[in-house]
């Protein structure tokens, strides 16, 4: 077995490679041990997701949503304790205990003095930077096409050498070239649910897919929150599928098409 990004033999690695980092939820797009090297796994994990995790904006929004990391812990969140005094919120997985403000001593001084204080929790942060965002797209993107293919009889084998992928693998693994343009929008809000079984009511965390368009150019499109992010796993450009989205009125290749519901058309 190879891995399908830096190619050498990979059986007797023992990583599992979530293609949606599980620090976002995801128990169930996992490639088994092989797939990836335990190098690229350790790679991928230290240079490629945790900058996209710890982003400001992602922090934020896994702490709001309380999504935990893989010990069990939701992140802080940076707040503000009027007028001026930086703050960290914590908050149990539970969700129903109390959420634990860490000041400093000059702003307990301050509330001591005062007769209360208000704590501002900023909505949003810093994005991740295009290039964090573009290697952590074009990672999933080659790795989701190999789970597509983990049941066909050397589906696997096929992405590993594939060379139409290289210059994708090659940004993912090496981070050349340099810029790997992404698109980005926003195609629900965040806290959009959707009906579930029964009376359940369910949010979606993350979901992806690939967009073939008419002139054969492949998309690796995901979604985080309603966030849709996708790049072009052919080649560093996008403007052929900002061109599918004026052809397609804007619709989301994850909600048209083989996607769309019954109630979109």
């Known amino acids: 077995m190879q891995c399908i990004f830096c190619k050498v033999e990979s059986s007797s690695s023992v990583s599992v490679e979530h293609i949606v980092p599980e620090s976002l ?32 904006a992602i922090k934020q929004l ?7 990391n893989k010990r069990g812990r939701i992140p802080a969140a940076s707040a503000i304790l009027m007028p001026k005094f930086p703050a ?29 204080g208000t704590l501002l929790l900023p909505m949003g942060g810093r994005q991740p930077d295009d290039r964090v965002i573009s290697r952590f797209l074009a990672k999933m993107a080659i790795e989701a096409m190999a ?16 060379a139409q992928l290289d210059p994708l693998r ?31 009511v369910l949010q979606t965390v993350h979901e992806f897919d690939f967009l073939v368009t008419e002139h054969n150019e492949w998309y690796f499109v995901f979604a985080l929150f309603g966030l849709e ?37």
Not at 62 to 68: A, D, K, S, T, V
């Open 25 to 56: 939820w995801n128990t169930k797009h996992v490639l088994p041990h092989g797939v990836v090297c335990d190098t690229c796994n350790n790679y991928f994990a230290r240079e490629i997701e945790k900058p996209f995790l710890d982003s400001a």
């Open 62 to 68: 896994r702490f709001l949503e309380g999504i935990p």
């Open 88 to 116: 960290a919120i914590t908050r149990d997985l539970k969700g129903d205990g109390p959420m634990i403000v860490d000041v400093s001593e000059e702003a307990i001084a301050h509330l001591m003095n005062s007769s209360g």
């Open 147 to 162: 789970y597509r293919l983990l049941s066909s009889d050397g589906g696997v084998d096929y992405i590993a050498i594939e």
């Open 170 to 200: 090659r940004f993912a693994r090496r981070g050349e070239p340099k810029n790997w343009p992404h698109h980005a929008r926003r195609i629900y809000p965040a806290d959009s649910k959707v009906a579930g079984k029964g009376d359940n």
């Open 229 to 265: 992010l996708v790049i072009n796993m052919g080649g560093a450009e996008i403007e052929g599928y900002v061109a599918w989205l004026v052809r397609n009125e804007g619709a989301s290749p994850l909600y048209q098409g083989k996607n769309a519901r019954p109630n979109d058309n």
